[in-house]
């Protein structure tokens, strides 16, 4: 394999931060995973595993861009900030929004029909809820624990920008992996939800045993070059044994749940090209 070599991280010029809050999160690790993309030439870059999209928002856009989720209710957010007439509305839905623990509960209580109010729906409560957890509302509200809601429509604006041109869409991973390009070169960031996740608080659909070994099996497959975030545990450490595996901590963003300190966590970089550090 191809040695590359990595240099410091440098937020790129259209830097813009994530407008989610989300857990499993990618903020406090764009240091330590962008140098691993940067190094990489590549005119389309690809996300299985969008999510709150930290590192898609952190790294220089290229010709061709393409995000990606499972969760349809995060997919339609991204959809209603990507269109620019729907856009207009749906960031004037805060103008005036407050955040307690009463109109979350009115959140967690609203009958949302259109994809409209499902999306303001699922924004509220992923800003207002526990690390943006939006799989059990009722997790809880706390206050101080997001930027207020006047502060929110800078953030969509900034993405609105940002996913000019993007590709959105909620597919299996599977899918994207494997589609074909008439790009030059294909560069994938996968972070799927870690092996030993607690998936029933944090995620709507499990990620079950089948799904990480179905990953690991359409990686070793693919001829696009990929830089994968895992928990780092002998379980990954084994699936991955053919690839570059580099060990790094960072702090999680899920650990502030009961007012305590954020902490760090042992992670693993892995990809299919080989990186000089």
């Given at each position: 394999m191809s040695k590359y070599k990595i240099h410091p991280y440098q937020k790129s010029l259209d830097y813009s931060k994530s407008p989610f809050r989300y857990p499993g999160g990618k903020f406090y690790a764009l240091k330590h995973i962008i140098p691993f993309l940067d190094i990489i030439e590549h005119d389309e870059y690809r996300e299985p595993f969008v999510g709150g999209g930290s590192v898609f928002f952190g790294k220089q856009k290229v010709k061709n861009n393409w995000i990606n989720d499972i969760e349809p209710e995060?997919?339609?957010?991204?959809?209603?900030?990507?269109?620019?007439?729907?856009?207009?509305?749906?960031?004037?839905?805060?103008?005036?929004?407050?955040?307690?623990?009463?109109?979350?509960?009115?959140?967690?209580?609203?009958?949302?029909?259109?994809?409209l109010d499902k999306a303001f729906k699922t924004y509220y409560l992923n800003r207002t809820s526990y690390s943006g957890i939006i799989n059990k509302p009722a997790w809880g509200y706390r206050d101080g624990?997001?930027?207020?809601?006047?502060?929110?429509?800078?953030?969509?604006?900034?993405?609105?920008?940002?996913?000019?041109?993007?590709k959105i869409t909620n597919l299996d991973?599977?899918?994207?992996?494997?589609?074909?390009?008439?790009?030059?070169?294909?560069?994938?960031?996968?972070?799927?939800?870690?092996?030993?996740?607690?998936?029933?608080r944090a995620y709507k659909r499990p990620f079950e045993l089948n799904d990480h070994i179905r990953l690991m099996e359409t990686?070793?497959?693919?001829?696009?070059?990929?830089?994968?975030?895992?928990?780092?545990?002998?379980?990954?450490?084994k699936l991955y044994k053919w690839a570059n595996i580099y060990e790094k901590s960072w702090l999680y963003n899920t650990a502030n749940l009961n007012g305590t300190s954020r902490v760090k966590g042992r992670?693993?970089?892995i990809t299919n090209y080989e990186a000089i550090l």
């Open positions: 995060i997919i339609n957010v991204y959809e209603h900030v990507l269109c620019d007439e729907q856009f207009e509305i749906f960031k004037d839905l805060f103008d005036n929004e407050i955040a307690t623990k009463n109109r979350h509960k009115e959140f967690i209580n609203m009958k949302a029909t259109s994809k624990k997001s930027s207020p809601p006047q502060n929110w429509k800078n953030f969509l604006v900034n993405a609105n920008r940002k996913l000019t041109d993007v991973f599977e899918e994207v992996i494997k589609a074909d390009s008439d790009s030059k070169s294909v560069l994938m960031y996968l972070d799927p939800p870690y092996f030993l996740a607690d998936q029933k990686l070793k497959k693919t001829s696009y070059k990929f830089c994968l975030s895992y928990d780092d545990c002998q379980e990954v450490r992670e693993l970089i």
